[in-house]
């Protein structure tokens, strides 16, 4: 169905996991990852995939999962303990530690995604191709409002930063 992949493109698979869930249990029972641990792995992906993308830093991740830099630390530790990731210094600064997927994290992920298009084939199944489209729209329109809401807001307080010099 056409639809699915216009469902899928949008990024609702990556948030269709927080619906109803706090949690993500691999399929073969082994892996409970947290949505923090889930999303920190995701952007460990996405920066292998993009080879020009420079590697997340653990103060990005910190600030876009909103964890503490205790939180970031225990959060890596339990993923390093599960095989997920690994931690190296990064030889070029060597106060900058680098994260890397490994192998099992990989097949998590990808574990993981397939678990999340059944669910979302479930969903299109169950609204049906209509109101999946019109679900579609309005998510669309969210998006588009909300993004202008920001701009907005980026741009009053660029013009009061102004007004202060």
Known sequence: ?????????????????????TRY??????????MSELAFLK???????NEQARHPGLS???????????????MLGGLEQKGFVTREI??????????HLTPLGEELLTSHHRDLDRRLDEVVSRL?????????????????????????????DASGKDRTR
Do not use: C, W
């Open 1 to 21: 169905m056409r639809v699915m992949f216009r469902f899928r493109g949008m990024g609702l698979r990556h948030h269709s996991a927080r619906f109803g869930r």
């Open 25 to 34: 249990q691999g399929p073969d029972g082994t892996a409970s990852l947290t």
């Open 43 to 49: 952007s460990l992906s996405g920066a292998k995939r």
């Open 60 to 74: 990005q991740m910190r600030d876009y999962l909103s964890v503490s830099k205790a939180g970031m630390s225990q």
């Open 90 to 99: 990064d030889p070029e600064n060597r106060r900058r530690i680098l994260v």
């Open 128 to 156: 049906g191709e209509e109101d999946t489209r019109e679900l579609i729209r309005l998510i669309d329109k969210l998006a588009v409002t909300l993004e202008d809401m920001q701009n907005e807001a980026e741009r009053k």
